[in-house]
C-alpha cells in the first residue's frame, strides 16, 4: 500500500505494532460515538490487530485505510480511509459504486487541523489517479466533521439515508 505526504503528515499503512495506539483511539466514545449506526469502543489488543488486519484488506491502485502519522517525528494521530461506501439496505445497486472518505483521530490531535490536511492529501492522490467523485458522510451531529467536509470544498447535498442504515449528512467532492 502507498504512503501519502503531505506538509506535516505521512500516511501509512497501519503497521501491527500500531495496535496499542489503535486500541486507546477507538476505546474512547468521544472519538468512536460518531462511528456507524451502532458505535462501540474497541475492549482489546487483539480486537485493535483484528481491526488492523481488516483496515490492510482495502488495498489497490486508489482505496486504503491510513495510519495518519506526523511527518516530523511518525507520531500516530489518526485515522483515514478512502474506500466504496455500502448501501443502505433496500438500496438500489448496480450504478457506480459511489467511494467514501472518512478520518477519525485521537483527541490529542484534534484542533490542529490534521483531519483536513490528511483528507485533502489522499483527495489530491485519488483524483489524480483517476477517481472522478468521493463523498463523505457524516452523523448529523457531528459538527467537527461537517467542518472539514467544507474546508475540504466539499458541496453538501443534504441528509440522506442511502448509506450505512442511518441518516447522515452527505457531503461530495468531484475531481477538478
Known sequence: MRTIAS????????????????????????????????????NSREDALASIAR???????IHGIWAITTA????????LLLKPIPLSAGEPA???????????????????????EAAAAVLEDAFSRGLTRVVAVTHPD??????????????????????YDMPNELFEKLAS
Open 72 to 79: 516530523a517525528d511518525g507520531r500516530l494521530v489518526g485515522n
Open 7 to 42: 506538509d506535516r503528515l505521512l500516511l501509512r499503512p497501519w503497521r501491527d505494532e500500531d495496535a496499542d495506539f489503535l486500541l486507546d483511539l477507538e476505546s474512547r466514545w468521544e472519538v468512536v460515538r460518531f462511528l456507524g449506526a451502532q458505535p462501540t469502543i474497541m
Open 94 to 116: 448496480g450504478g457506480p459504486t459511489d467511494v467514501e472518505i472518512g478520518w477519525h483521530l485521537h483527541p490529542d490531535a484534534w484542533g490542529h487541523g490534521y483531519a483536513t
Open 142 to 163: 457531528n459538527r467537527a466533521s461537517q467542518a472539514v467536509c467544507r474546508r475540504l470544498g466539499m458541496t453538501h447535498l443534504g441528509r440522506t439515508t442511502r448509506y
Open 55 to 61: 483496515r490492510r484488506t482495502i488495498d489497490d491502485l
